[in-house]
Nanobody
Framework: QVQLVESGGGLVQPGGSLRLSCAASGSIFSRYIMNWYRQAPGKQRELVTTLTPSGRTNYADSVKGRFTISRDNAKNTVYLQMDGLKPEDTAVYTC?????????WGQGTQVTVSS
């Protein structure tokens, strides 16, 4: 069983930055694909970014050039650096770890971009 705990959400003005953290309960990054999803009210959940065990990354077109996923293996933590935030980035952001049939989710953290 893998536990994921997100932190770092909050209220930020347009153009601002936030860094989300996802702390895993063990050393999983050598096997698990790590994802950040988001879901805005009334919308479907969206895959924001992916980080593979080999270090390859992918981003949704809507966040390319503004968001960066990274990890600290020593801290068992994945980060999502969000710069140039827009009101349309407002959503609950959730960390996900996936490996074969294993699929774990965090509890989510709210990000609100508003003036």
């Amino acid at each position: 069983q893998v536990q994921l705990v997100e932190s770092g959400g909050g209220l930020v003005q347009p153009g601002g930055s936030l860094r989300l953290s996802c702390a895993a309960s063990g050393s999983i990054f050598s096997r698990y694909i790590m994802n950040w999803y988001r879901q805005a009210p009334g919308k479907q959940r969206e895959l924001v970014t992916t980080l593979t065990p080999s270090g390859r990354t992918n981003y949704a077109d809507s966040v390319k050039g503004r968001f960066t996923i990274s990890r600290d293996n020593a801290k068992n933590t994945v980060y999502l650096q969000m710069d140039g935030l827009k009101p349309e980035d407002t959503a609950v952001y959730t960390c996900n770890a996936r490996y074969t049939d294993y699929n774990y989710w965090g509890q989510g953290t709210q990000v609100t971009v508003s003036s």
